[in-house]
């Protein structure tokens, strides 16, 4: 039990060296002390692997005739879309230089966020009409979808207190990527449900798994959809006052 204890101390120890040591590096050390720009480069690597399942899922829709993976691959387009117009729009207002152009920058692409998040919705329910009509699901292969779990769990708390843990508008591009990535978040938890149906439920389960998933993608759709009309509504308003103003 004490070379266990020794162990688990050199390990700790070792662990903070190498910590140190990375965050010596400026991007490192920017990476988990700036959280905008976190925020920002995180985004650039959630739209190449949104692209890259938009891609797949086309593919298999194509090749086999599947609405079910049409109707995922219009989601991960959709999704690619919104951030991809939050990074183009953030590399634009980079480069402006009056304040109050910048400002209105920001706030019209966290309106577009809102905006794509409506289309968002849409593509959604497609979504759910296919788990709820068509029994559609989500599988994953062996003690994977425990994994699966863990994750989405993360990502949904994470999305969470990042989303509401600041004011919208202080930073809107900021906002914009936080508000796609939590809505993504509760899309993820929608498809461990249907997971979780297909590995463990039985043939008695299946008139329950409708419910349940046509009971939670119901919810889901409809806080997006909130979300969308807020941040519609909010980044509308707060740019009539600035243009009243200039």
Request: proline content about 2%.
């Amino acid at each position: 039990m004490l070379n266990g204890a020794c162990l688990s101390l050199l390990i700790a120890n070792r662990y903070r060296a190498l910590a140190a040591k990375a965050l010596q590096f400026p991007s490192v050390y920017r990476y988990f002390h700036d959280d905008a720009w976190r925020t920002i480069l995180n985004t650039y690597s959630s739209l190449a692997v949104n692209l890259a399942f938009a891609i797949l899922k086309l593919v298999f829709s194509i090749l086999l005739s599947s609405l079910w993976f049409a109707a995922i691959a219009v989601y991960y387009i959709v999704l690619s879309i919104a951030r991809f117009i939050i990074l183009s729009s953030h590399r634009k207002i980079r480069g402006l230089e009056e304040r109050a152009d910048k400002r209105i920058g920001q706030l019209q692409t966290f309106r577009a966020s809102g905006y794509m998040l409506l289309f968002l919705t849409a593509a959604l329910l497609g979504a759910v009409w296919q788990m709820v009509f068509s029994a559609k699901s989500y599988s994953y292969p062996g003690h994977l979808i425990y994994a699966v779990a863990a994750f989405a769990f993360y990502s949904v708390i994470t999305a969470g207190f990042h989303l509401f843990s600041v004011q919208p508008l202080d930073n809107p591009i900021v906002s914009a990527a936080r508000l796609v990535n939590f809505a993504s978040a509760l899309v993820s938890m929608l498809t461990l449900q249907t997971a979780m149906f297909a590995a463990f439920g039985g043939g008695g389960t299946i008139l329950l798994s409708r419910y349940m998933n046509a009971i939670l993608g119901t919810v889901i759709c409809f806080v997006i959809f909130a979300l969308a009309v807020i941040a519609v509504l909010r980044a509308g308003n707060e740019i009539k006052k600035i243009k009243q103003l200039m």
